[in-house]
T-cell receptor, first 114, second 113 residues
Framework: AQSVTQLGSHVSVSEGALVLLRCNYS??????LFWYVQYPNQGLQLLLK??????LVKGINGFEAEFKKSETSFHLTKPSAHMSDAAEYFC????????????FGTGTKLQVIP | EPEVTQTPSHQVTQMGQEVILRCVPISNHLYFYWYRQILGQKVEFLVS????????KSEIFDDQFSVERPDGSNFTLKIRSTKLEDSAMYFC???????????FGPGTRLLVL
């Protein structure tokens, strides 16, 4: 079975500070990994995805994530937080092999303090 | 940029009533999905649909639920005899192939009273 665990339901950073949102996955087969962002009253927007090519994945809005198989992690980072980054972030996993179900983590709400 | 749309954005219904949630997937996508998010909980997979058939479903997707593609553009989720615990945000998603990224709509917030 596949699963993801997001450490920290709430993270606060100062504007301009590093953003680090943690995600660990569990999968019995090579996974596809995703980060989605949800702004208030909006749907889920794809930030970036890992599909077994480069282990460092760059996404939209300056975010990136690194796939580390040895640590079963896929943490999301951004060097400098903007006020507009305040949202809820979801890590998600889908196993390869034709399965379509995406399994989401519980989400991390990011607060950016001016 | 093409996007998935959903209607209505909010729906309030009485327990025991039937509701139909509607989605218009991205036009060249062939795979369609429904997920739900109960307030404060994870986004959960309900069902995937391809070639007018359910291709995968979760244990949540029981006989109370059904999906349909009634025409070339819409994809619907019907919930028969709604229960209080069906109150949630329901997300529709679509993808071009089974392996491609799933793109999500803005959701329908369903409240069952």
């Amino acid at each position: 079975a596949q699963s993801v665990t997001q450490l920290g339901s709430h993270v606060s950073v100062s504007e301009g500070a590093l953003v680090l949102l943690r995600c660990n996955y569990s999968s019995s087969v090579p996974p596809y990994l995703f980060w989605y962002v949800q702004y208030p009253n909006q749907g889920l927007q794809l930030l970036l995805k890992y599909t077994s090519a480069a282990t460092l994945v760059k996404g939209i809005n300056g975010f990136e994530a690194e796939f580390k198989k040895s640590e079963t992690s896929f943490h999301l980072t951004k060097p400098s937080a903007h006020m507009s980054d305040a949202a809820e972030y979801f890590c998600a996993v889908r196993v390869s092999g034709g399965y379509q179900k995406v399994t989401f983590g519980t989400g991390t709400k990011l607060q950016v303090i001016p | 940029e093409p996007e998935v749309t959903q209607t209505p954005s909010h729906q309030v219904t009485q327990m025991g009533q039937e509701v139909i949630l509607r989605c218009v997937p991205i036009s060249n996508h062939l795979y369609f999905y429904w997920y739900r998010q109960i307030l404060g909980q994870k986004v959960e997979f309900l069902v995937s649909f391809y070639n007018n058939e359910i291709s995968e479903k979760s244990e949540i997707f029981d006989d109370q639920f059904s999906v349909e593609r009634p025409d070339g553009s819409n994809f619907t989720l019907k919930i028969r005899s709604t229960k209080l615990e069906d109150s949630a945000m329901y997300f529709c998603a679509s993808s071009q192939t089974a392996q491609e990224t799933q793109y999500f709509g803005p959701g329908t917030r369903l409240l069952v009273l």
